[in-house]
C-alpha cells in the first residue's frame, strides 16, 4: 500500500535519504540529517508538496508543485527523488503511478523526472514502460 507520509515517518525517511545519498553521485555534496527532516515536515505539511511511502516503509518519492517555465499558469510536478530499498527493487512503478495520481489531482499538467545514473537503465526501463519519454540530461560538476 502507498500513502502520503506523516512526520511519525520522518526518520526512517532521513535514514532512506541517507542511503540514497550514499548510493548517488551526490555523496560528495554530503548529507545533514537535521536539514533533510526539516526538509521532509515542511513537505509534509505543504499542500504543494507530497511525499509518499510504502506503508512498510521501505521505498518513498518526493514531489513538490512548480510553475512550468514555459507556461506559468500550468503548473508540473517534479519527483526530488525516489528511492527503494534494495532488497525490495522491482516494485517502484507503483510509488510513480501513485505520484502520477497525486500530480493529477493538484492539477498538474506533466510530471517530470531524472534518472540516477547509478540504476539508469533499470529505471529508465520502469518509466518508458509507464508512457514516459526522456526529455534531458543532468550533469554535476561539485566544486
Not at 540516477?116 to 560538476?141: C, F, P, S
Request: charged residues 25%; hydrophobic residues 45%.
Amino acid at each position: 500500500m502507498i500513502r502520503e507520509a506523516t512526520a511519525d515517518d520522518i526518520p526512517k525517511l532521513v535514514e532512506m535519504g541517507r542511503s540514497f545519498n550514499k548510493a548517488s553521485p551526490y555523496s560528495v555534496i554530503g548529507f545533514d540529517d537535521e536539514a533533510v527532516g526539516a526538509l521532509f515536515y515542511r513537505m509534509i505539511k505543504s499542500d504543494e508538496a507530497a511525499i509518499l511511502v510504502r506503508n512498510d516503509l521501505n521505498g518513498c518519492v518526493g514531489l513538490i508543485l512548480s510553475p512550468f517555465f514555459f507556461f506559468p499558469e500550468k503548473y508540473v510536478c517534479n519527483e526530488l527523488f525516489w528511492w527503494v530499498s534494495p532488497e525490495y527493487r522491482g516494485q517502484g512503478a507503483r510509488l510513480i503511478k501513485h505520484a502520477e495520481k497525486w500530480a493529477l489531482s493538484k492539477g498538474a499538467i506533466f510530471a517530470p523526472s531524472s534518472i540516477q545514473a547509478m540504476n539508469g537503465d533499470a529505471v529508465n526501463a520502469i518509466y518508458e514502460r509507464l508512457g514516459y519519454q526522456k526529455a534531458e540530461t543532468i550533469y554535476l560538476k561539485v566544486k
